[in-house]
């Protein structure tokens, strides 16, 4: 069997995965949903939700069109439809997710009840595994649908002109992913920081009203936010990164000099990783009954390693099977069945490496381990392969991106289940329960986003890799003015997301309080206890001031690659890439384990005990959550449109 027929086999693969997604998901909807109380809190939520990604989903497909139109001008309809697969297939893993979590808490909760630990968190990780099937097989089936529509059907082996066209087409389903990581990571991460303020202001102001009370309409839109981040926001941030990597490694593999007499091999190899992952993830689900034997951290822990070590035996077995020997035309090496190995097999080690930091190694300095272990899997990637090595090595990091969103989706749903299960009014052995999987999801939280923010990082390096390999960059002319421009803007752009974003927490935070003082006042019996909450309108009021406030970013975020490239040159865009990579990367690492304590001295008697608390919280979250989103966010996005812009700007700066 050649490499073409494997690749075709990405296409069935994802099919799989998908009805796999859906098949587990329609096991979870046949469970109990528990009493009344439990069911009628559930459905708020998942209101609130509906509404959350109804208002964004319009806000996002209005902008997916005009970008679409704009790649299409630019680049033809084959990128465009490119970038049109990428955003779809982004947006329904997080739509997936959501619908996924919302449904699964009240039947965790249930569980917990009737089966004990064992039983709900078999629940939960069935849940979770929804999510992380939908984006692993969503991001197989999108990279085989940009190849089928690149690749002409029924030759049997493609000329090398339609590989050139294939790698080009696919940098729009990079780029489509990476755009709507801007709504459902950075505005989730914006609205969750922002309706968590909401809750300490309220609860704050409102007597009688404690903190995480169900009656709080801030507290609904704070649960909101915590599924929507957690589930939707994390599928398409990592969604985002697992295709920038694909497509940064074909695109490498189709332009680069040292693969010209085997570019079919070179292209083949990152879609059959893709497809591997993939499978591995498959057979780790195959394991749970297994894996939840222990605790919920364990049982992630026991997952990602078996799924890591399936995916390098898969991986094994097709580079022996197909050998994928390339000459070096230089020195002569072989570059074959080992040196790919062992880059995917740096990028696993990574991978795993990083999501088993404990939380309390990430504080303060610590914070920049995963920064060390994004650095070794780079410098090793290259040192195998050259600039091939690294795509394959972020590829190796991400390519069981399903046990990541495992650990995101667990701490959504075990968070709203722990609500569920005190307004249910179970009995304490469930309360145990639930109060226990809480607790190890914002553990594995703490975890999961060093590695989402290293996984970004080393995503970004790869596409800037493919960026260097299509313009074929030199070193940077540090002389020039563009470079230097580019270079300063570049370093100076993640501070200045981070900050606008910390301003939107705040928008967003009086919003969600001054829409809870609303429906005090408007609804009848609401601090009694005997009317519901507007769940719907408690999450629009907030994400509408959201929407408002990502607006100006993300049309600077767009166009100012299209400017740089096109008004200062290739290598300034470059020098602005790398700027943005320096700093951005370490800032993100840093906030996003932010932990503001309180400062020495005794508390006024008057407040509170729990102010100091309610403080410490206000001030960490828009870093932990808010700015770091939008530093990595604001990193690929850069990195996404420069790479759909390289084949433009190479044919300029050669004319």
């Known amino acids: ?66 970008v679409a139109g704009l790649v299409w001008l630019m680049r033809g309809s084959g990128t465009a439809g490119a970038f049109v697969t990428g955003a779809l297939g982004s947006m329904l893993a997080g739509y997936i997710g959501v619908k996924a979590a919302t449904r699964v808490n009240v039947r965790v909760a249930e569980s917990a009840r009737t089966s004990g630990a064992p039983g709900a968190l078999r629940t939960l990780l069935d849940g979770a595994s929804v999510i992380a099937l939908a984006v692993a097989s969503l991001g197989v089936l999108g990279v085989a649908l940009v190849y089928y529509m690149a690749i002409v059907r029924g030759r049997g082996h493609p000329v090398p002109e339609e590989i050139l066209h294939f790698a080009e087409i696919a940098t729009g389903l990079a780029l489509g992913a990476s755009v709507v990581t801007l709504f459902a990571h950075t505005g989730g991460a914006i609205f969750r920081a922002g309706a968590e303020r909401g809750v300490e202001m309220t609860a704050a102001h409102e007597a009688g009203i404690p903190r995480g009370d169900p009656r709080d309409p801030a507290t609904l839109a704070c649960n909101v936010g915590n599924n929507v981040d957690d589930t939707a926001g994390t ?39 893709l497809g591997s992952g993939l499978l591995a993830t498959l057979f780790a689900v195959m394991l749970l009954p297994t894996f939840s034997r222990g605790g919920g951290g364990a049982a992630l822990r026991n997952m990602a390693l078996a799924s890591a070590v399936i995916f390098l035996l898969l991986i094994l077995a097709v580079t022996l099977g197909l050998g994928f020997d390339v000459e070096d035309p230089v020195t002569g090496r072989i570059l074959g069945i080992g040196t790919p190995l062992w880059a995917l097999g740096v990028g696993t080690v990574a991978g795993i490496v990083t999501g088993l930091i404990k939380p309390r190694w990430l504080v303060g300095a610590g914070s920049l381990l995963p920064l060390l272990i994004l650095a070794g899997a ?20 991400l390519a069981t991106v399903g046990t990541a969103v495992w650990a995101s989706a667990y701490r959504a749903v075990a968070g ?6 005190r307004v249910g009014r179970l ?14 999801g914002e553990t594995l939280e703490l975890g999961g986003r060093g590695f989402a923010i290293a996984a970004a990082g080393l995503a970004v390096l790869a596409i800037f890799a493919a960026y260097a390999s299509v313009i074929d960059l030199g070193a940077l002319p540090l002389g020039s003015f563009g470079v230097i421009f580019g270079l300063l803007l570049g370093l100076l752009l993640p501070a200045a997301a981070g900050a606008l974003s910390t301003l939107g927490v705040i928008r967003g935070a009086g919003a969600s309080a001054r829409e809870a003082e609303r429906q005090y006042q408007e609804i009848p019996g609401l601090l009694q206890g005997v009317a519901d909450a507007d769940a719907a309108r408690s999450v629009v009021t907030p994400i509408e001031v959201v929407l408002r406030d990502l607006a100006v970013p993300t049309l600077v975020t767009l166009l100012l690659p299209v400017m740089i490239g096109y008004g200062l040159g290739p290598a ?84």
Request: charged share 10%; with cysteine; net charge neutral.
């Open 378 to 397: 780079g410098w090793g990637g290259y040192a195998l392969a050259g600039l091939y090595g690294i795509g394959l090595a972020a590829i190796g990091m």
């Open 416 to 421: 709203s289940t722990r609500l569920i299960a």
């Open 427 to 440: 009995g304490p052995d469930a309360r145990r329960v639930t109060d226990d999987l809480g607790a190890a």
């Open 235 to 273: 599928a398409a941030d990592l969604f985002g990164s697992y295709m920038a990597c694909v497509i940064a490694a074909i695109v490498i593999g189709a332009t680069s000099a040292l693969y010209a007499d085997n570019p079919l091999e070179a292209i083949t190899l990152p879609i059959l990783a």
């Open 1 to 66: 069997m050649n490499a073409i027929n494997l690749t075709w086999l990405a296409l069935p693969l994802g099919i799989v995965g998908v009805l796999a997604s859906l098949t587990v998901y329609g096991a979870i909807r046949r469970l109990p949903a528990g009493n009344e109380s439990m069911r009628a809190l559930s459905r708020q939520i998942e209101a609130g939700t509906e509404a959350f990604m109804r208002q964004g989903y319009m806000a996002l497909g209005g902008m997916v069109v005009v």
């Open 572 to 655: 300034a865009l470059a020098a602005l890439l790398v700027g943005a990579m320096v700093t951005g990367i370490p800032l993100a690492l840093f906030l996003a384990h932010a932990e503001v304590h309180a400062a020495g001295g005794a508390v006024h008697p008057g407040f509170p005990p729990q102010i100091p608390v309610m403080l410490r919280a206000m001030s960490a979250t828009p870093y932990r959550f808010a700015a770091a989103a939008s530093i990595t966010t604001l990193i690929k996005v850069l990195a996404a449109v420069s790479l759909v812009l390289a084949p433009l700007l190479a044919a300029r700066a050669s004319s």
